[in-house]
């Protein structure tokens, strides 16, 4: 139980140093609009996947991931120089999260339905 709270607190802290480092750090023009959707760390907490979501066309998206792939050594170096008092700094390893995609697909499947429904009714 306490491995499990100090396990989510460190995905926590791990998402909002990352999402800083992106937003403000890297310089990488291929990277796009990334948002981090969530940190999956391994129970020894030595290794994270960063689930990543990207705005734009599916080049876009494929320059975004290049450019993830590319910078993930800086984003490794710039934690282990924000989070000092740690004894490790896990291995990353960034993921396309296409979660994001699937409910906005079933959204609009939804909102097709209801329209077709209300269609019905007049």
Partial sequence: MVLEQKKKRFEK???????????????????????????????????????????????EQEKSMKGLYSATNFVRTELAYILKNCRFIPAISFIYDRELEKIHQ?????????????DREI
Avoid: Q, W
């Avoid at 800083?20 to 907490?45: E, H, M, Q, W």
């Avoid at 079933?106 to 209300?118: P, Q, T, W, Y």
């Fill in 13 to 59: 802290l791990l998402k909002i140093n990352i999402s800083d480092i992106i937003c403000r750090k890297i310089k990488d023009p291929r990277i796009g609009f990334v948002t981090i959707t969530r940190i999956a760390l391994s129970n020894d907490l030595r290794n994270a996947k960063v689930y990543v979501s990207i705005l734009g066309t599916e080049e």
């Fill in 106 to 118: 079933v959204m609009i499947k939804a909102a097709e339905l209801a329209r077709e429904d209300s």
